[in-house]
């Protein structure tokens, strides 16, 4: 199973940028699935998960500027992230528990930098 993330890069605070992630592999479905984050120095924390059925679950932190979307057809999450802050800056990590025949496994994909600054 992989998880391949895009979207990541540098952005000035007050903007916007979309985050897409897709799972590739041979697995029977995907429960949920979302975005942690990790800034310097400090610990990996949710930033919003959604589940197979579309319900989303968002970080206060991020609630009324980020958006999580899904589309189970293409495997894929998307994260529209808005008036992002300095605060925002962290290496985001797709995550996604795929369901196999036999037990299920959560999976990271790589990484991608989001860098807020002016």
């Known amino acids: 199973v992989q998880l391949v993330e895009s979207g990541g890069g540098l952005v000035q605070p007050g903007g916007s940028l979309r985050l897409s992630c897709t799972a590739s592999g041979n697995f029977l479905r995907i429960g949920n699935m979302g975005w942690y984050r990790q800034a310097p120095g400090k610990q990996r924390e949710l930033v919003a998960t959604v589940t197979s059925a579309g319900s989303p679950n968002y970080a206060d932190s991020v609630k009324g500027r980020f958006t999580l979307s899904r589309d189970n057809a293409k495997k894929s999450v998307y994260l529209q992230m808005s008036s992002l802050k300095p605060e925002d800056t962290a290496v985001y990590y797709c995550?996604?528990?795929?369901?196999?025949?036999?037990?299920?496994?959560?999976?990271w994909g790589q990484g991608t930098q989001v860098t807020v600054s002016s």
């Open positions: 995550n996604a528990r795929v369901i196999f025949l036999v037990g299920e496994n959560d999976y």
